[in-house]
């Protein structure tokens, strides 16, 4: 019997986790209580009983039966099952040491903690402005890249072997459903974790194929040249003799039908030749892969993390999706990043039924088309 004692703070993450996880909220006559019942074809059901507030006395009794409830039908430990509820509103990158780094199982040297930060923070700038325009080479580092890095977090090391593991919160979808991303695009964190890891694919397509190919072409939905510097920059400044990626993907919204959602990946040194290689070619083939367009249509999707109400009074760019009707791609969706007064105009639009027009650059990101405004948003 485990002596783990959770927090009862971490409540409402756990209603979060059920909900992501299929589990039903079925109607109660007791006050105070929230049931949640899950079954599978074929076996009976399972019920777990919460508080629906976290001042109760049980609130930790019932939150720590719960956690023993779901380890016993994934068979994993009671300390995963609270890790994973913890993150539930993160998409996760772990990095593993190999034993022959680790000093007496337990420690690294300084040097290798500080290149891991410092790299890892570059990783994740560089992945947010290829992100944000995907080209071969990062053209800039904006300050919505910054604002996404400095939202990350450093959690915990893992037991069982030295790593670091990396939180980006990507938060609950909008009225806690889970929608495909045709329905409503995945959030900005979601985008850069998944082009790192779409990336480390790239990697092991290359090693498997001996050629660099599927690296130099992946740039659009992985790695540009600039984040294929930072891996060989960690890489060589820890100084193992490998380095484990793993990705694990919050289940709050739609996981990516090719697996990535629970990915690993190990670096060695003829993966670092291949990446260098790849970096050389991407810088030496600058071309422009977008296409400029004027857009028009309806607005179909609108996206804010700051108080709509207080849109003038803040920079960070916002989200709107168009639904436009190319004469080359047909009906399609293009999602592009508005100034904030640019933005307020938009929600008019949108209430008013009207049509809006942008002009820019057109790339194709995945499965997104994304628009790279050249031009106010301007109402028709």
Known sequence: MTSFVPSPAILPYLRRYLRSRGWRQRATEHEGLIIFVYAENGFPEVSIVLPDASTREDTAKRILFALRTISDLDGISVEDVFAAVRRIGSDVIRTRLPDSSVWRGESINLRAAEAFIRRMRRLLLTAAATEVRPHRIVQSITSECEDFVDRCRFAHTFEGSFGFVVEAPVGPPPDGQLLSEEQHPAPFERAVVRRIATGFRSVRQAEAAESTRSLQASFQG????????????????????????GFELSSEWTLPEDGL????????????????????????????????????????????????????????????????????????????????????????????GRSVRVEGNLARVGRRWVLHPLSPLTVE
């Not at 179909?300 to 004469?327: G, K, Q």
Request: proline share 5%; aromatic share 6%; net charge negative.
């Open 261 to 352: 959602d629970l990915w690993n990946f190990t670096l060695r040194p003829n993966n670092i030749r291949m990446i260098k290689e790849a970096s050389a070619i991407l810088r030496e083939r600058q071309e422009e892969t977008e296409t400029p367009v004027v857009v028009s249509g309806l607005i179909v999707r609108l996206a804010s993390r700051e108080n709509p109400a207080d849109l003038l009074h803040n920079v960070s760019p916002r989200e709107v999706v168009i639904r436009w009707e190319s004469p080359d791609r047909g009906d399609i969706s293009v999602s592009t990043r508005v100034a904030p007064e640019d933005y307020l105009a938009a929600l008019e639009a949108h209430s008013a």
């Open 222 to 245: 992985g790695w540009s040249a600039d984040m294929c510097d930072q891996v060989v920059g960690m890489y060589e400044e820890i100084d193992a003799e490998s380095l484990s990626f």
